[in-house]
């Protein structure tokens, strides 16, 4: 049995929100963004006063803690957190906590089991792929050049090109240079550099990917 799955993946300011969003709505799946996941971990350490940098803590309060992202929003312990995870605080110990193993075994689980709850999904991530859906139908790497992708979060976010600009560098290299499932294209992935490129024609290549691979094969719900 074949769930169905469509992984995206790819490095901050890619355009993968937008454009899993809008896959999501042409092929009638549910969308899930696993960034918000690591996001809520982050929230609810810096919450709780932990440091990020201890390990042990970190790990048990991904375990613990209950973080729900579903369409409407994200919530942590019960408590909407959807503005607040997107946040500069939450933004610059994410990546940290994301290297954590027991952090990731934990999250991978909850995405799996959200997946199979739902019936299939839009999967955006880091590792979703390469660790979490390497049978999905379609694995997509989402790319854009470092200039694009800066400029991208400013006009979303606001702020100061450099400081995000560098701020997405630092993401990136510890998102591709942890031991625990790195950032990096996933075996046979289609890669798309959406640099110059406008969301409706991102959205149509992959659609129409997905739309080819799903005529194709045996493929069910849930
Ligand atoms: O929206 P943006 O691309 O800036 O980031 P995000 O998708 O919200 O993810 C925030 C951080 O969570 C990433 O920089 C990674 O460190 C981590 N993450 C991960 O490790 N694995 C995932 N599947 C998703 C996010």
Redesign the pocket.
Known sequence: MTLRVIAI??????G??TVARAVARAVSLPYL???????GV?FAVLRDGVDPADEDRVSGIAETVDVVVEPGGVTVDGHVVTAD?RGPEV?SV??VI??YSRV?AT?RAA?RAWILAHGGGVV?????GTV?FPDALLKVFLTASPLVRAAR?VAQVGGDVDAIAAS?AE?DR??ST?QD?P?RPAEGAVTIDSSGRSVDEVVREISDAYDQVSKSGDVTRG
């Open positions: 993946d790819g490095p901050a300011g890619a993968k929100s963004d696993t960034g918000a996941m690591y996001r982050a995870i933004t994410v990546s994301a290297t990731r999250m995405q955006e991530g880091r590792d979703i979490v979060r997405i993401r510890i998102d942890r499932s950032l």
